[in-house]
Nanobody, 123 residues
Framework: QVQLVQSGGGLVQAGGSLRLSCAASGLKVSKYVMGWFRQSRGKEREFVAVIGWSGGTILYSASAKGRFTVSRDNAKNTVFLQMNSLKPEDTGVYYC????????????????WGQGTQVTVSS
Protein backbone atom coordinates (compact mmCIF):
# COMPACT_ATOMS: atom_id res chain seq x y z
CA GLN A 1 0.00 0.00 0.00
CA VAL A 2 1.42 3.33 -1.08
CA GLN A 3 1.37 6.20 1.38
CA LEU A 4 2.77 9.70 1.03
CA VAL A 5 2.80 11.49 4.38
CA GLN A 6 3.44 15.19 4.31
CA SER A 7 4.78 17.46 7.02
CA GLY A 8 5.89 21.04 7.31
CA GLY A 9 3.90 24.05 6.21
CA GLY A 10 2.20 26.58 8.43
CA LEU A 11 1.95 30.33 8.72
CA VAL A 12 4.86 32.56 7.71
CA GLN A 13 5.35 36.22 6.90
CA ALA A 14 6.14 37.33 3.40
CA GLY A 15 9.84 36.91 2.70
CA GLY A 16 10.10 33.94 5.04
CA SER A 17 10.91 30.30 4.35
CA LEU A 18 9.30 26.94 4.86
CA ARG A 19 10.30 23.38 4.09
CA LEU A 20 7.77 20.74 3.15
CA SER A 21 8.51 17.04 3.47
CA CYS A 22 6.86 14.06 1.81
CA ALA A 23 7.78 10.69 3.31
CA ALA A 24 6.88 7.70 1.17
CA SER A 25 6.08 4.12 2.04
CA GLY A 26 5.13 1.37 -0.34
CA LEU A 27 7.26 2.85 -3.10
CA LYS A 28 10.80 4.09 -3.53
CA VAL A 29 11.05 7.78 -4.33
CA SER A 30 14.19 7.00 -6.32
CA LYS A 31 12.09 4.98 -8.77
CA TYR A 32 9.25 7.47 -9.26
CA VAL A 33 8.76 10.97 -10.55
CA MET A 34 7.89 13.06 -7.50
CA GLY A 35 5.84 16.21 -8.01
CA TRP A 36 4.65 19.11 -5.89
CA PHE A 37 1.37 20.88 -6.57
CA ARG A 38 -0.53 23.73 -4.97
CA GLN A 39 -4.25 24.33 -4.73
CA SER A 40 -5.36 27.82 -3.81
CA ARG A 41 -8.90 28.71 -2.83
CA GLY A 42 -11.21 28.60 -5.83
CA LYS A 43 -8.49 27.42 -8.17
CA GLU A 44 -7.47 24.15 -9.72
CA ARG A 45 -4.47 22.23 -8.49
CA GLU A 46 -1.40 23.69 -10.20
CA PHE A 47 2.09 22.43 -10.80
CA VAL A 48 4.90 23.76 -8.61
CA ALA A 49 7.93 21.50 -9.03
CA VAL A 50 9.00 18.01 -10.00
CA ILE A 51 12.06 15.81 -9.63
CA GLY A 52 12.59 12.86 -11.91
CA TRP A 53 13.59 9.39 -10.77
CA SER A 54 17.16 9.83 -11.91
CA GLY A 55 17.39 13.27 -10.36
CA GLY A 56 18.48 14.57 -13.74
CA THR A 57 15.14 16.19 -14.44
CA ILE A 58 14.07 19.01 -12.16
CA LEU A 59 11.39 21.42 -13.31
CA TYR A 60 9.73 24.40 -11.67
CA SER A 61 6.76 26.55 -12.43
CA ALA A 62 7.57 30.09 -13.48
CA SER A 63 6.44 31.38 -10.08
CA ALA A 64 8.57 28.89 -8.15
CA LYS A 65 11.74 29.14 -10.18
CA GLY A 66 14.55 30.84 -8.31
CA ARG A 67 12.75 30.66 -4.95
CA PHE A 68 11.85 27.00 -4.44
CA THR A 69 14.11 23.95 -4.46
CA VAL A 70 12.95 20.37 -4.79
CA SER A 71 15.21 17.60 -3.51
CA ARG A 72 15.15 13.97 -2.56
CA ASP A 73 16.78 11.86 0.17
CA ASN A 74 16.73 8.29 -1.08
CA ALA A 75 17.99 6.90 2.22
CA LYS A 76 15.01 8.47 4.03
CA ASN A 77 12.68 7.79 1.10
CA THR A 78 11.56 11.40 1.38
CA VAL A 79 11.15 14.33 -0.97
CA PHE A 80 11.45 17.95 0.10
CA LEU A 81 10.30 21.32 -1.14
CA GLN A 82 12.33 24.21 0.24
CA MET A 83 10.43 27.46 -0.23
CA ASN A 84 12.24 30.76 0.21
CA SER A 85 11.23 34.38 -0.30
CA LEU A 86 7.61 33.40 0.15
CA LYS A 87 4.87 35.67 -1.16
CA PRO A 88 1.19 35.92 -0.21
CA GLU A 89 0.29 34.43 -3.59
CA ASP A 90 2.12 31.24 -2.56
CA THR A 91 -0.67 30.58 -0.07
CA GLY A 92 -2.53 27.33 -0.58
CA VAL A 93 -2.61 23.63 0.16
CA TYR A 94 0.51 21.91 -1.09
CA TYR A 95 0.43 18.30 -2.22
CA CYS A 96 3.18 15.87 -3.11
CA UNK A 97 2.51 13.24 -5.74
CA UNK A 98 4.21 10.20 -7.20
CA UNK A 99 3.90 8.28 -10.45
CA UNK A 100 5.46 7.83 -13.86
CA UNK A 101 3.53 10.75 -15.31
CA UNK A 102 3.37 12.38 -18.69
CA UNK A 103 3.45 15.25 -18.84
CA UNK A 104 5.22 15.88 -15.55
CA UNK A 105 3.26 19.06 -14.93
CA UNK A 106 -0.21 17.52 -15.18
CA UNK A 107 -1.88 16.65 -11.89
CA UNK A 108 -4.12 14.17 -13.71
CA UNK A 109 -1.03 12.13 -14.57
CA UNK A 110 -0.29 11.22 -10.95
CA UNK A 111 -1.89 8.28 -9.14
CA UNK A 112 -0.46 8.70 -5.65
CA TRP A 113 -1.01 11.78 -3.50
CA GLY A 114 -0.11 13.03 -0.08
CA GLN A 115 -2.73 14.38 2.30
CA GLY A 116 -1.86 18.01 1.63
CA THR A 117 -0.44 20.64 3.94
CA GLN A 118 -1.54 24.23 4.35
CA VAL A 119 0.89 27.05 3.65
CA THR A 120 -0.25 30.55 4.52
CA VAL A 121 1.90 33.57 3.75
CA SER A 122 0.84 36.81 5.38
CA SER A 123 1.67 40.21 3.93
Amino acid sequence: QVQLVQSGGGLVQAGGSLRLSCAASGLKVSKYVMGWFRQSRGKEREFVAVIGWSGGTILYSASAKGRFTVSRDNAKNTVFLQMNSLKPEDTGVYYCAADSPYPYQSAESYAYWGQGTQVTVSS
